[in-house]
């Protein structure tokens, strides 16, 4: 599977490595500049599919190099991030083609899912459902069904469950799951599905559900009768 390559441009280092660091352990490619000049630049060397843009930089605001790039590019995702959130900045982020505009602060969280949103696409068999113990997934939907609840899951995280719903009750071993998926078992790769394994954990909320860490080597899902 081709990694979404994520272009992620503001003049806040600290921040902005903390943000690199969760979006990359959801399994993006991001790469960081760190003013509008830079970002530009990058932009026209990497061919990014996503640019999280910030407003207000050193050498070139984020409007500014929206601007450059829509005058040649209209397919780009752009997604501002700011903490400029007047009526008209919004409306001038718009009018320049962009296409979401999130506020600071908000949530790593809030962020990874319209990432989500705008990209994740899963071409899986249509007649392929699993039951869970009380729970229904359906991978072609990317979906959890449980209490006549249904919750969403990431192209990740969808791929992830059909292995070890494929071998419920058995060892699923880390570094096949990282091949599979991944394309190595490298150690970012490896953190990456540690993080993805946890967000399961939460959304598996049927009691009779288990997924079993076993150390070094691999996950086991589980089900009570």
């Known amino acids: 599977m081709k990694k979404i390559k994520i272009l992620l441009v503001d003049d806040d280092l600290k921040n902005s490595m903390l943000l690199k660091r969760f979006i990359e352990a959801d399994g993006y490619d991001v790469i960081y500049a760190n003013n509008g000049?830079?970002?530009?630049?990058?932009?026209?060397?990497?061919?990014?599919?996503?640019?999280?843009?910030?407003?207000?930089?050193?050498?070139?605001?984020?409007?500014?190099?929206?601007?450059?790039?829509?005058q040649s590019d209209k397919k780009v995702v752009i997604f501002f991030l700011t903490d400029r959130t007047d009526k008209v900045d919004r409306l001038h982020g718009f009018s320049l083609k962009g296409n979401d505009y999130i506020p600071k602060p908000f949530y790593p969280e809030e962020l990874i899912a319209r990432i989500h949103e705008?990209?994740?696409?899963?071409?899986?068999?249509?007649?392929?459902?699993?039951?869970?113990?009380?729970?229904?997934?359906?991978?072609?939907?990317?979906?959890?069904t449980y209490a006549g609840e249904t919750h969403s899951l990431s192209v990740r995280q969808?791929?992830?469950?059909?292995?070890?719903?494929?071998?419920?009750?058995?060892?699923?071993?880390?570094?096949?799951?990282?091949?599979?998926?991944?394309?190595?078992?490298?150690?970012?790769?490896?953190?990456?599905?540690?993080?993805?394994?946890?967000?399961?954990?939460?959304?598996?909320?049927?009691?009779?559900?288990?997924?079993t860490s076993i150390k070094k080597k691999g996950y086991i899902l589980s089900t009570e009768v």
Do not use: C, H
Not at 40 to 51: A, T, V
Not at 118 to 125: A, E
Not at 137 to 142: D, E, G, I, T
């Open 37 to 70: 000049q830079v970002g530009l630049e990058m932009y026209r060397n990497e061919n990014p599919d996503l640019i999280l843009l910030d407003i207000n930089m050193p050498e070139l605001d984020g409007f500014e190099m929206a601007r450059i790039i829509r």
């Open 118 to 144: 705008r990209f994740d696409s899963v071409t899986l068999d249509q007649d392929i459902e699993f039951t869970i113990g009380d729970t229904i997934f359906r991978p072609n939907l990317s979906s959890l």
């Open 158 to 211: 969808t791929e992830i469950l059909q292995m070890l719903a494929e071998n419920i009750g058995r060892l699923v071993e880390r570094d096949e799951i990282l091949e599979k998926i991944w394309g190595d078992a490298s150690y970012s790769n490896s953190l990456a599905l540690n993080v993805q394994i946890t967000y399961l954990r939460r959304l598996l909320n049927d009691p009779r559900i288990t997924i």
